[in-house]
């Protein structure tokens, strides 16, 4: 896939997103994967009692911490994550089992799943991020698991990233201060973050293709300031 954007401009992928949700869907029923053993009104009966004292709350913890790592536990993701039923923090919860998917698993992903989980995040994150309430750690989860998908891919898919979240900007004030911050992550994790789990022959790509944007988004910045 060469870039993010799908059929238009920065609207088009708010309408894009519930049909991104249907087609994850189908994709996972065109193939005999095994589904995880988590169901979604446990997993909302385990987010309720967080906070619980005593056994209740640290058993709901531990159930969700599990579900993060279950290595079939992103197949649930869209649903929680598109559902108006399920509380934040369960969603923040089903986009860290995306994020792991992304950082640990992402080779044995076939390219239409890679394509339509890439959408799917890119979609909620602006959709999101245009909203007048959020629960600010599920943005930044959604975020940093977004920019887990450059590190693997870009500038290979997604070639035009930067300039989707630069011409997305200007449709609210809140996604312009969060494309800002999604550059920021990227550089960081790029160039500064030295426990990174980035091959070094990967960040010097990743650094010398940023260098070849630069100006891009220089312009940008200088706008915004």
């Not at 993701?77 to 369960?90: F, K, W």
């Not at 080779?107 to 239409?112: M, Q, R, S, W, Y």
């Not at 959709?127 to 975020?143: G, H, N, T, V």
């Amino acid at each position: 896939m060469a870039k993010i954007l799908i059929n238009g401009g920065p609207i088009q992928f708010i309408r894009n997103f519930q049909l991104l949700t249907k087609i994850f869907k189908s994709i996972l029923s065109q193939e005999p994967i095994r589904m995880s053993t988590y169901t979604i009104e446990n997993l909302i009966s385990a987010s309720n009692s967080l906070g619980q004292p005593g056994q209740i709350g640290q058993n709901a913890n531990q159930i969700l911490m599990q579900f993060t790592e279950d290595e079939n536990a992103w197949q649930l993701a869209p649903e929680i994550i598109s559902s108006d039923a399920t509380p934040d923090q369960l969603k923040t919860y089903a986009v860290t089992s995306l994020k792991n998917l992304i950082r640990k698993r992402w080779g044995l992903v076939d390219e239409a799943q890679r394509a339509t989980i890439s959408g799917f995040l890119f979609n909620f994150i602006i959709e999101y991020a245009r909203k007048p309430q959020i629960f600010q750690p599920l943005l930044d989860e959604a975020d940093l698991a977004l920019v887990y998908v450059l590190i693997q891919e870009w500038p290979h898919n997604h070639t035009t990233f930067f300039n989707d979240i630069i011409s997305a900007a200007g449709t609210s004030e809140a996604f312009c201060c969060n494309s800002l911050k999604l550059i920021e992550l990227f550089c960081q994790l790029v160039l500064e973050d030295n426990d990174t789990e980035i091959p070094y022959a990967k960040s010097v790509e990743l650094a010398n293709n940023l260098q070849n944007i630069s100006q891009t988004i220089y312009t940008f910045l200088g706008g915004v300031i």
